[in-house]
């Protein structure tokens, strides 16, 4: 198991940035997939993103559809920081956002075997 802690979610206006950050507790980071979901009042968690080192420096990433160009996954092995960028905010994107580890490349949530607590991220039309 991961610790994992987010931070960075807030309130902004559409249209507006944020950047979301997540920290992990373990000497093995850099071996860990990385991703970033959400979950909305009343729907399923969504994946958004993730993340994972190939070889150095190199990373492959996935994105959901719905987020594709807008949004920036990345990560910093050395901080055990992965970051979740993320622009022209709409208001239905108001969600929690998740970070988690996995050991294989997936979108399904139920590959990844540690959360985070989540981070609230309102967006106001």
């Known amino acids: 198991q991961v610790q994992l802690v987010e931070s960075g979610g807030g309130l902004v206006q559409a249209g507006g940035s944020l950047r979301l950050s997540c920290a992990a507790s373990t000497r093995t980071f850099s071996t860990y997939v990385m991703g970033w979901f959400r979950q909305a009042p009343g729907k399923e968690r969504e994946f958004v993103a993730a993340i994972r080192r190939i070889t150095w420096p190199g990373t492959r990433t996935i994105y959901s559809d719905s987020v594709k160009g807008r949004f920036t996954i990345s990560r910093d092995d050395a901080k055990n920081t992965v970051y979740l960028q993320m622009n022209s905010l709409k208001p239905e994107e108001t969600a929690v956002y998740y970070c988690?580890?996995?050991?294989?490349?997936?979108?399904?949530?139920?590959?990844?075997?540690?959360w985070g607590q989540g981070t609230q991220v309102t967006i106001s039309s």
């Open positions: 988690a580890a996995a050991a294989s490349y997936s979108r399904e949530p139920r590959a990844y075997g540690s």
